[in-house]
């Protein structure tokens, strides 16, 4: 019963003072958040801006990049670099980091029913990708670059070999065929 009390009730808010309404309906106040407005937005025109592309039109993002990097929240400003990239970071509290862990859960559940609904193309696709973004060491990441793009050159180099020529083919079965009597002639022999 009182789950339901709870769960119908809706939060009471004190009601504002006479003077609390008035300086919410005054000049100053909105003047106040006018010049708030105006000074991010001279921030923003000023400083530096995120280049990634936005998703929505595909232009650059504009939006502030985070303290000391190019990128802003929403687009890896705020991954950690270096030895640490792509590594799950403890966060301040232990109620954060909780937090944190039951979202990557969350996430983490999202991401398998997204792979089981993919066909198998978009779903080697995206394990790909997957791959190549491991986390690890700046040294181990470069080392599994290098390594990928060794293998990618090795495939391409087997898919541009010739086609072996007619003639050789030609010469191939003649031998075999050849090869063939001369063991047929010494079975009839012995
Ligand atoms: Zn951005």
Known sequence: MDDLLRATRKKVRRPRSARQQAWANSAEFA?????????????????????AKRRSDGLPC??????????????????????????????????????????????????????????????????????AMRPG??????????????REAFARLGAERQPVSPELAALDSRIAELEAQIAASKQRTT
């Open 137 to 150: 060491t700046v040294v181990e990441r470069a080392q599994r670059r290098h390594d990928r793009a060794a």
């Open 31 to 51: 003047a106040f958040g006018r010049a708030g407005g105006e000074q991010g937005r001279r921030i923003q025109a000023a400083g530096p801006v995120c280049g």
């Open 62 to 131: 504009q939006a502030t990049p985070m303290p000391g990097r190019t990128r802003c929240r929403s687009h890896g400003g705020c991954v950690p670099r270096g030895d640490s990239w792509h590594r799950v970071q403890a966060a301040s509290s232990v109620a954060k980091t909780d937090r944190k862990m039951r979202d990557l859960e969350r996430r983490r559940k999202k991401r398998e029913a997204r792979l089981a609904a993919m066909d198998p193309d978009q779903r080697e696709r995206f394990l790909r990708r997957s791959r």
